[in-house]
């Protein structure tokens, strides 16, 4: 299969799975994770019709980003960020969607205002409470939406979440339910610089689910450039 009709047939699942819990399939973004593949790669993507493509490395993102890879869709960053790389990001990306503590928010806050511009994020989740993973914890939640309204360069536009590798089909439901939950929960109450539009979660192996749950943002890299031939080294 090439990645053109892998993206034809991502996209059919993604409507596919909106519909079948009644939801306009137009409420979806679907992010192409375009991590290991190079530039010629992702223009193939974006030619067959993906309009996000999201990033996982700094440098890789430069890199691309330069040869002109994402032209014609907007950017995310997706992986871990390291603070002394949030310059290369702000004004850059449409969406941070991985920022995964109050010292990041600040940071990219910080940067933004110096560069004159409101950068959106999303809030990475450690959803599982994972002890090898990053994201904020659920309950904290509260107190850095308060916080977010002091920090004048960043608007916080919902949430992401990378739950454990599931060992069976279904089986990050759970995950995706609390996830959900703790989006409508956080929605309720209103923040400043907080606008509760996105639920990043799902990647190849169960962005149904994942929608079928609730998200609105799903990140797929795999069921469109094929198996990645390596694993991703540390930023
Ligand atoms: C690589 C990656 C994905 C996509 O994973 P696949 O299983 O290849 O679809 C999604 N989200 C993040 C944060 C990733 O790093």
Not at 89 to 95: E, H, K
Not at 115 to 136: C, H, P
Not at 208 to 213: F, L, S, T
Not at 227 to 233: G, L, N, Q, T
């Amino acid at each position: 299969m090439s990645i053109a009709e892998n993206v034809k047939s991502v996209q059919a699942r993604v409507e596919a799975a909106a519909r079948g819990t009644g939801r306009d399939p137009a409420e979806i973004t679907l992010v192409a994770a375009t991590k290991m593949n190079d530039a010629e790669k992702v223009r193939e993507a974006v030619a067959a019709g993906i309009r996000v493509c999201g990033e996982n490395r700094v440098q890789e993102l430069c890199e691309k980003n330069e040869a002109g890879a994402y032209e014609g869709a907007a950017l995310h960053f997706i992986g871990t960020l390291q603070k002394n790389k949030v310059k290369y990001l702000v004004g850059v990306c449409a969406l941070i969607e991985s920022v995964s503590s109050v010292e990041l928010l600040e940071a990219i806050s910080e940067r933004a205002v110096k560069r004159g511009v409101t950068q959106d994020v999303l809030l990475e989740i450690n959803i599982a409470d994972e002890t090898s993973k990053s994201g904020m914890r659920p309950g904290e939640l509260p107190a850095i939406l308060e916080k977010a309204g002091s920090l004048p360069g960043v608007r916080v536009r919902g949430l992401m979440a990378i739950p454990p590798i599931a060992a069976g089909k279904g089986e990050n439901c759970v995950w995706f339910a609390r996830m959900r939950q703790l989006f409508i929960d956080n929605s309720a109450k209103k923040y400043d610089n907080v606008s509760m539009d996105f639920l990043s979660m799902g990647m190849s192996g169960d962005f149904e689910d994942a929608i079928r749950e609730g998200a609105n943002m799903v990140r797929v890299g795999t069921a469109i450039f094929g198996a990645r031939p390596y694993p991703p080294k540390a930023d």
